[in-house]
């Protein structure tokens, strides 16, 4: 049985263990130690949310972020999800399923127009599937600008 929860600053080592394999995976460079640094304030801001799922013995098995935003072009609030990890072992076991069920259940409560994910690139083909599989579907390709 897989238990989900909203994580707070005694989660901070679980979720930066988690997101520093998922940006390893995909070729993002911070490290669990910066990411433990940034969660902080991320737990600190009511407009973002962790997510976490546990297993029976109450391992960390899976996470996601959400952050709350204000789109014009969607007319209102909206949800960005920016990471969604799952530990291999648990792929495909519905525990993806079960966190996205969730944060659909937090968007609706909060009212948010829709929610949108950052995905990595057509080389994924199965995490794009999967997201399709959830009702969403692209619009568009994404760019960044780094600032200093």
């Known amino acids: 049985m897989i ?23 995909v070729g993002h460079t911070p490290d669990a130690a910066q990411i433990a640094s940034v969660f902080a304030e991320i737990d600190a801001d009511d407009r973002h949310s962790t997510l976490l799922a546990a297993d029976e013995e109450g391992d960390a098995v899976g996470v996601m972020t959400v952050v ?11 949800g960005v999800i920016n990471e969604l990890y799952v530990v291999p072992a648990y792929r495909s076991e ?31 083909e199965k995490t794009l599937r ?14 960044k600008f780094e600032l200093d």
């Open 94 to 124: 519905g525990v993806g399923k079960m966190l996205l069920d969730a944060v659909k259940d937090i968007a609706a409560e909060r009212g948010w127009m829709r929610l949108e994910v950052t995905t990595p690139g057509a080389e994924y």
């Open 3 to 25: 238990n989900l929860y909203i994580a707070d600053e005694s989660h901070t080592g679980l979720v930066a263990e988690l997101l520093a394999s998922l940006f390893e995976e």
């Open 130 to 143: 999967f997201y399709e599989r959830e009702g969403f579907f692209p619009i568009g390709p994404r760019y």
């Open 68 to 78: 709350e935003t204000l789109s014009l072009y969607a007319g209102g609030y909206i």
